[in-house]
């Protein structure tokens, strides 16, 4: 992951939907979901790894994660699990998701009701 | 900057921003474990990577501090619903009414001894009003007092309207009479029971559901976190 660099503001938001996305998998303490964020993204979505705590605190908050401190390497960790809630979360964020990509995607492609950049250029 | 001096700043943002000493501790502990990971990844890689760049990896400390703080704090009402807003309100009712009915013991009963019907016969209607009104009071300051829990905390509004109706019922089925002396001083009667509700006590009941339906009147138009969280990150990205 990069350093000192911080990601546009459109991302808001993106963070939580990753975290969810990587503990649908396996319990994980913040150390590891950031690197798995960095391993899956190929280090292409940054920032500042300690911001990852705050977001895991509010998704605990809201009910989505569950998080018990468990021995990882002869050191006491907090290991963070999806709950079922997170889980439902995480299926209705995802096909949002996708569905704003998509129309993003046909926005700058020109399609349905977008614009097509190089017809603009072009003329 | 070394991890002290950064760790010190963390701390001194966090306590600015008025953080629980609890959720400070933690971050702290989490974020001292998460330091050790990266200076262990990057003894192992054997790459370039100073002491500096390790923190700076870390992050802001302000930036930190600032997300810590947005996070909304969840008094121990919201994190147990059930408890507070259904099981709660009419055990408080009651606790209430019968702190009122104390303060008629120390204040109202002796301001009124040695006066019978026959000599002072407006006690009559007193009476009649004076026990409704008890349980009007105490169901009435529980309704408030959960509604304004309940916006406070952030949880659906529906646990507020939950909380009026099950006081309500409770009011419908309280019944305080107070029956003042006809001739003898001193023989005045206090009593307090529950039974099938009576037309007149369904009074009772209507102030707590009055109180419900204002709050879910003017909450109409303001979210709750819990309706918020789902939909936020998308909309936001979006």
């Known amino acids: 992951m990069a350093k000192g660099t911080s990601n546009p503001d459109f991302l808001n ?26 391993q899956r993204t190929g280090g292409k979505i940054e920032f500042g790894e300690g911001s990852i705590y705050p977001v895991l605190y509010r998704l605990e908050q809201d009910g989505l994660l ?6 990882v390497r002869g050191r006491q960790r907090i290991l963070y699990r999806l709950s ?3 889980l439902k979360q995480l299926e209705s964020r ?20 977008g614009f097509s950049p190089v017809a603009t250029t072009a003329s | 900057m070394d991890f002290h001096q950064w760790q010190q700043q963390l701390r001194n ?15 702290m502990n989490e974020l001292v474990d998460h330091y050790l990971d990266l200076q262990e990844a990057t003894q192992m890689k054997s790459d370039a990577t100073t002491n500096n760049d390790v923190i700076k990896m870390l992050g802001d400390p ?28 009419p055990l408080m009712s009651l606790v209430v009414l019968a702190l009122l009915i104390l303060v008629d013991v120390f204040l109202l009963v002796p301001a009124v001894r040695g006066r019978t019907l026959e000599t002072d016969p407006w ?45 309500a019922i409770l009011g419908a089925y309280t019944s305080v009479n107070f029956a003042a002396p ?31 339906g204002f709050f879910y009147a003017l909450r109409r138009a303001t979210p709750s976190i819990e309706t918020e969280s789902e939909n936020t990150p998308l909309s936001r990205a979006a």
């Not at chain 1, 569950?66 to 021995?71: A, N, Q, V």
């Not at chain 1, 993003?104 to 009701?113: K, S």
């Not at chain 2, 509004?157 to 009026?164: S, T, V």
């Not at chain 2, 009667?189 to 099938?196: K, N």
Request: aromatic share 8%; net charge positive; charged share 15%.
């Open chain 1, 84 to 86: 079922s809630k997170g």
């Open chain 1, 94 to 113: 995802t096909a949002r998701w996708q569905e704003v990509v998509c129309a993003i995607q046909t926005f700058f492609e020109g399609g349905e009701n």
């Open chain 1, 13 to 38: 938001g993106v963070p939580e939907l990753m975290v969810l996305r990587v503990l649908r998998d396996e319990s994980l303490h913040g150390y590891a979901i950031v690197q798995q964020i960095a």
């Open chain 2, 123 to 167: 006690l009559a209607s007193a009476c009649l009003v004076l026990g409704p009104l008890h349980v009007i009071v105490a169901t009435s300051l529980i309704a408030l007092w959960s509604c304004r829990s309940v916006a406070r905390s952030g949880r659906s509004k529906l646990w507020g309207i939950a909380a009026c109706l099950v006081v």
């Open chain 1, 66 to 71: 569950t998080s018990r401190k468990e021995e």
């Open chain 2, 13 to 27: 943002e966090l306590y600015q921003r008025h953080i629980p000493a609890d959720c400070a501790e933690r971050l």
């Open chain 2, 182 to 212: 006809t001739a003898v001083p001193g023989s005045g009667r206090l009593s307090l029971g529950f039974g099938f509700p009576l037309p007149v006590f369904w009074m009772q009941a209507v102030t707590p559901l009055i109180i419900g």
């Open chain 2, 62 to 89: 302000k930036s930190i501090a600032t997300a810590t703080a947005q996070i909304p704090r969840r008094s121990w009402a919201a994190r147990h619903p059930l408890l507070s807003y259904l099981i709660l309100p």
